[in-house]
């Protein structure tokens, strides 16, 4: 039996099937009903590396907590003798290798330098036969991924090279090819995924060759989340028997344009979803100008304008000067940089102070449903929670939840997460009805995004269980409370 005929063997006990899209090369299908929630697929990584180097991640699980680092290598850190010895038949090796480096070499490793070595360490145990192989979890479903080489420029090309050079300098194989390790690191560049925490907070970096064979949609019906450093892929949507999976490969909040230029650069590709087939027609236009465009100068008008080239309000019809929006703009820029230096150094009531004033501008310029008026609230967000100013927090919380919901689906995790971020402060400042209300959005959608078994939906679930208990507690008569 092929590997392939290996592989529909295994995905066939999930209710899937690969096939072969003449413009997309692989897709996964279903062969059977799915609905939201349900995990259509998981897979433990082929090589992982946390994405800092510093020692703040487990190599294993990349949990932060107890961390003991390896003495001899002085590289990797384990949370516990369990991630240590599921990791030890690979570490073993990795460990043998970077000990023969200088220590300023072992400390400039980088995470992709490392994954890579990680990589070639495990097919080599497989070759061997000293951890076992499946249809799942073999180095030929990571040679069947597609690398773009012939899509690269030279640029790029030399640096994969060069990086390629580093990675046989560490392992020290006469046998190793150089230029399969350069067309491994497109594929990682193509294929990889940005591990999160159940937050969205990137924590590592793993290749999931099965994972990887399910294409992007930017809106798609599918969510891939992780469990550590286990990835999960679950529907967000009811996805009938004999339809291609699809998840995102980007942050899908913005116009056609952004995205496509997102998933050119990393990707290689232009997407054809249902969302981007829609370029240049009226309803993509206007979208794109009030997720990214500029606001009427009327405040009484909730107009957009369209650049064509003019600024004409298409709810009013009135014109905005040109020379106004690039001041101001300019403005927003100046200020922005020097609000985030101030948050770099660690200044919060200064970064704060500032972008206070980004915000007063953007309202001058944005539309109200902006993107970047949006992530200036989120920056102001967590800089109040780093301040402690709870009430200013949740005022900017609940600004943002309106534009979450017009460029996310009902079920997108960050809509979720907002929703959970909008309780937890309302809880916390007494306001228990509202928080019940929030905590109960958040859990409408993260437990079809994330499950209800995993430590952090399991909190989740308490906190609201909480909420619904302490609101019951006040509504009992006065009498009762003795």
């Known amino acids: 039996m092929t590997i392939e005929e290996e592989l529909q063997r295994a995905l066939s006990i999930n209710g899937l099937t690969v096939s072969t899209n003449p413009e997309k090369g692989r897709c996964l299908i279903t062969t059977k009903d799915f609905f939201p929630g349900d995990v259509i697929i998981?897979?433990?990584?082929y090589a992982s590396v946390p994405t800092h180097s510093s020692g703040s991640r487990c190599d294993k699980c990349f949990a932060s907590r107890n961390l003991k680092k390896c003495s001899a290598c002085q590289i990797s850190f384990y949370c516990s003798t369990t991630c240590q010895k599921s990791e030890w038949k690979l570490h073993q090796l990795e460990c043998h290798a970077l000990k023969k480096l200088s220590k300023d070499r072992r400390q400039s490793l980088t995470p992709s330098i490392r994954m890579m070595v990680r990589l070639y360490l495990r097919r080599k145990l497989q070759t061997e036969q000293i951890i076992p192989v499946t249809a799942t979890d073999n180095y030929k479903l990571v040679e069947a991924l597609v690398d773009h080489m012939?899509?690269?420029?030279?640029?790029?090309?030399?640096l994969y090279a060069q990086m390629a050079n580093l990675v046989s300098l560490v392992l020290q194989w006469p046998e190793i090819n150089i230029k399969e390790i350069a067309r491994n690191f497109s594929k990682l560049a193509?294929?990889?995924?940005?591990?999160?925490?159940?937050?969205?907070?990137?924590?590592?970096t793993g290749l999931y060759p099965v994972v990887s064979i399910i294409n992007h949609s930017c809106l798609p019906n599918s969510v891939l989340v992780f469990e550590g450093s286990l990835a999960v892929v679950r529907a967000v949507e009811p996805i009938p028997k004999g339809t291609e999976v699809l998840i995102s490969y980007i942050e899908t909040a913005g116009s056609t344009a952004t995205r496509q230029k997102a998933l050119k650069e990393q990707y290689l590709f232009t997407c054809t979803c249902s969302r981007c087939i829609k370029v240049g027609l009226?309803?993509?236009?206007?979208?794109?100008?009030?997720?990214?465009?500029?606001?009427?100068?009327?405040?009484?008008?909730?107009?957009?304008?369209?650049?064509?080239?003019?600024?004409?309000?298409?709810?009013?019809?009135?014109?905005?000067?040109?020379?106004?929006?690039?001041k101001v703009a300019t403005e927003v820029k100046l200020m922005e940089d020097k609000a985030s230096a101030s948050l770099s150094c660690g200044n919060y009531l200064e970064a704060s102070a500032m972008y206070k004033k980004v915000e007063l501008l953007q309202q001058k310029l944005c539309h109200s449903y902006s993107l970047d008026l949006m992530r200036t609230r989120e920056c102001l967000l967590k800089i109040l929670m780093e301040l402690k100013d709870w009430e200013g927090a949740l005022r900017y919380c609940r600004m943002t939840i309106p534009v979450y919901q017009r460029v996310y689906p009902v079920n997108h995790p960050m809509l979720g997460l907002q929703y959970y971020t909008c309780g937890k402060l309302e809880w916390l400042l007494g306001e228990t009805d509202n928080a019940i209300k929030s905590l109960t959005e958040a859990v409408n959608t993260l437990r079809i995004t994330h499950g209800t078994q995993t430590p952090f939906m399991k909190?989740?679930?308490?906190?609201l269980e909480e909420a619904h208990a302490e609101a019951a507690y006040k509504q009992l008569p006065e009498n009762d409370y003795r």
Do not use: M
């Open 190 to 204: 193509c294929n990889a995924h940005t591990i999160c925490d159940s937050d969205l907070r990137p924590l590592g």
């Open 282 to 326: 009226y309803e993509d236009i206007q979208e794109s100008a009030i997720l990214e465009g500029f606001r009427c100068w009327d405040d009484k008008c909730s107009g957009f304008l369209l650049r064509d080239p003019r600024f004409i309000c298409q709810q009013c019809g009135h014109l905005r000067n040109k020379d106004e929006i690039i």
């Open 459 to 463: 909190d989740l679930l308490a906190r």
């Open 150 to 158: 012939s899509d690269i420029d030279e640029k790029q090309l030399v």
């Open 42 to 45: 998981s897979q433990e990584p």
